[in-house]
């Protein structure tokens, strides 16, 4: 199993730091040396990403900062407790209901997550942002444990790996690049739970198209004419 996430994780660095491989033809203005950063936080930038604390409901915390731990991943992953989508950033969440009554807990579009240092490789990873909205229900007085799925913004950083860690308190990001973008796949059939069963292959790649456009607002700000011509082909949600 360890080599299953290990794998899984190599490959979403290979999609974090180079989109070569989707033979996506370059923009007229946009050839030459891309820019860096778009934005504090995106890219090659160590800025802290800008936006709003996202506070989470009455009565719910998180138990631990959020993690990247091979044991939460494969439990999730027997339980279909995955959530959200991305090829680059992934880690486990669990939330604590102190409520006498269920919890509908909404992540936002923009929502990004931050990484801390990891003391073991001296460097920090991937920030994770979430494109669109995932919803997790906590029953009363309870523990609901999920692997959340996120897409990097930085080129220059390591994917998620094992110890890996993200603050508590996320960020909703203003990047009105992200906004856009958001907005135009809220309909789109993207996130694990929109999947009945696992996407196929020919699922996974068209998905993989949403991780260029991530990385085209990552370095431009907004997603180029090339990608979108991707973006379009997206199944809607049923």
Request: with cysteine.
């Amino acid at each position: 199993m360890h080599r299953i996430i290990y794998f899984l994780l190599f490959t979403s660095l290979l999609a974090c730091t180079s989109h070569d491989q989707q033979n996506i033809p370059p923009d007229p203005d946009t050839e030459g040396t891309p820019p860096e950063s778009s934005a504090p936080g995106f890219g090659t930038s160590k800025s802290r990403p800008e936006g709003t604390s996202f506070a989470f409901p009455t009565g719910i915390i998180l138990v631990q900062k959020p993690r990247t731990d091979d044991e939460c991943w494969s439990e999730a992953k027997e339980h279909k407790k995955m959530k959200g989508a991305g090829d680059g950033v992934g880690f486990c969440l669990a939330f604590s209901n102190s409520n006498a009554y269920s919890v509908r807990i909404e992540l936002p579009p923009g929502l990004i997550w931050v990484a801390e240092r990891n003391e073991v490789y001296q460097d920090i990873p991937q920030n994770g942002i979430i494109i669109k909205m995932v919803t997790v229900l906590v029953p009363a007085r309870s523990v609901e444990t999920i692997w959340l799925h996120a897409y990097c913004i930085n080129v220059d950083r390591s994917s998620s790996r094992s110890g890996d860690t993200y603050e508590h308190q996320p960020i909703v990001s203003n990047h009105p690049g992200i906004k856009a973008l958001a907005q135009f796949l809220a309909t789109k059939k993207i996130n694990e739970e929109d999947f009945s069963t696992e996407p196929t292959d020919a699922e996974r790649q068209q998905l993989a198209f949403v991780s260029v456009a991530v990385n085209d607002v990552e370095k431009y700000g907004k997603v180029q004419p090339s990608t979108q011509v991707y973006l379009d082909q997206l199944p809607n949600v049923k």
